[in-house]
């Protein structure tokens, strides 16, 4: 059983940058495609950004790319978002999750397995 906690959430100005980072625990998520996703009230899950287990394969969608980066570091079981140039759009709960050994990297909530709480940024005008 994986268990994902995310943390670096915030209130921030827009233009501002804020940093995700998303800690596992329970084994290594070292062979697992990992992802971001972001919830707004009202509003279906989205897709943000995945990276593939190596972290040689990464995608991010298109309200946030070239803001927005995904990262991961095996060694310390832990996923990072690097999220610049914050606009009040981005706010949001962000989600981290883990797929299974084997998946492909996906933009589908329904390729993860494992999720985490959320964390809630928060982005003012």
């Known amino acids: 059983q994986v268990q994902l906690v995310e943390s670096g959430g915030g209130l921030v100005q827009a233009g501002g940058s804020l940093r995700l980072s998303c800690a596992a625990s329970?084994?290594?998520?070292?062979?697992?495609?990992m992802g971001w996703f972001r919830q707004a009230p009202g509003e279906e899950r989205d897709f943000v950004a995945a990276?593939?287990?190596?972290?040689?394969?990464?995608y991010h969608s298109d309200s946030v790319k070239d803001r927005f980066t995904i990262s991961r570091d095996n060694a310390k079981n832990t996923v990072y978002l690097q999220m610049n140039s914050l606009k009040p759009e981005d706010t949001a709960v962000y989600f981290c999750?883990?797929?299974?050994?084997?998946?492909?990297?996906?933009?589908?909530?329904?390729?993860?397995?494992?999720w985490g709480q959320g964390t809630q940024v928060t982005v003012s005008s």
């Open positions: 999750a883990a797929a299974r050994i084997g998946q492909r990297v996906g933009t589908s909530p329904g390729e993860y397995q494992y």
């Open positions: 990276i593939s287990w190596s972290g040689g394969s990464r």
């Open positions: 329970g084994r290594t998520v070292g062979y697992n495609a």
